[in-house]
């Protein structure tokens, strides 16, 4: 039986729905057709009327964290728990359960304080969930915020869940959230030869999709190993259209603290790959930049350890650089502080380091900074691969 995917599309002031792109094994349950009037956007964990039903006596595997929330804060798990769903294993992302983790730490396995579930670690060495660990699921759960970056490893780990779904039979229900930065499709393309953890598949660095709508380009595109396919239900969220500011209900993740960091955050986290600290070990991560080796300016910090940060870059040195708390909302990838730290670093050769091309999914762009490309000529030598990346992507969005 063929199940159908369904894209939400606005007709004067009301949202309704239409069938857009069929596949045999995917599936988005729709919501009612409603007014938008000052709509309070309901996640999908909150579209629980629409999934409680599949989970009714089943043994359910849940991948979620600290951003696993309805609106009301409750948590999924403890909701889950609390209407007699049989919850059997809890699966976390990087950063952990409780989302404490720094970016690149080990997470160990372990057990749930307040439910008494097995936690199980998909970072480290087991990025993907092993048959075993799989052995007494009859349906998993995926419920993560994401940010729209695409080297924000949550959509890594959805590819590997969904994959070891496939390849064990279980359904995926993937309750779907917003996408903070959805408005924006931006960035170069990842190149093949650049796949890693932080970049997966050839998409623009910001992709402008909910982790649900990534799904099933996933599937669709059958980027999954052997070209599996997953069998996927997506419940979307009510009342949400990608061009409204959403304030995410949680951190989701340590240094991602405030929705300013959030919309700065793909900019500036291709710093990592510079010898310049974008702000890990104060209180400001993702809203200021800065190194030693840049010229004195007003402005500066001094990285100390802290939550999400135990041994910051810089720590205990005063790095001048420029603070963007109050800079106005970014609807693209914004290059100028990446050519302008370049251009004033004074020793080139130690700006870049090589996780700057696994960010980047791309040579091309260090190759265009060091010769002095201008941010605009930079910007057109994407544009062939976003217009084709838009186009394809259509087929996929529910929003």
Known sequence: MIKFITKSVFIASSLFYA??????????????THEITNPVIKTGADNYEKYLPLLKNKKVGIVTNQTGLLT?????????LEKKIAVHTIFAPEHGFRGTADAGEHVVDGKDSKTGLPIISLYGDNKKPKPAQLAKIDVMIFDLQDVGARFYTYISSLHYVMEACAENGIP?????????????VDGPLLEKEFTSFVGMHPIPLLHGMTIGEYAQMINGQKWLKNGVQCKVTVIPCVDYDRKMDYS?????????????????YAS?????????SMGRGTEKQFQIYGSPYLAKTNFSFTPQPNFG??????????????????????????LKWLLKAYQNTSDKTKFFNPFFT??????????????????EKI????QKDLEAFKKMRTKYLLY
């Open 19 to 32: 069938t857009t792109y069929s596949s045999p094994i995917q599936t988005t349950l729709k919501s009612n």
């Open 72 to 80: 009301n804060k409750t948590h999924v798990v403890d909701f889950l």
């Open 172 to 184: 995926l229900i993937i309750f779907d959230r917003p996408n903070p930065n959805g408005r924006i």
């Open 248 to 264: 995410l209900l949680a951190k989701p993740s340590p240094n991602l603290p405030n929705d300013q960091s959030i919309n700065l």
């Open 268 to 276: 500036l986290c291709l710093f990592e790959g510079t010898n310049v």
């Open 309 to 334: 940060a135990k041994d910051p870059l810089y720590n205990g040195k005063e790095c001048f650089g420029e603070d963007l708390t109050a800079y106005p909302k970014l609807n693209q990838l914004e």
């Open 358 to 375: 696994k960010l980047a999914g791309t040579k091309k762009l260090q190759q265009q900074i060091e010769s002095g490309t201008s941010e």
């Open 379 to 382: 910007r057109q030598s994407w």
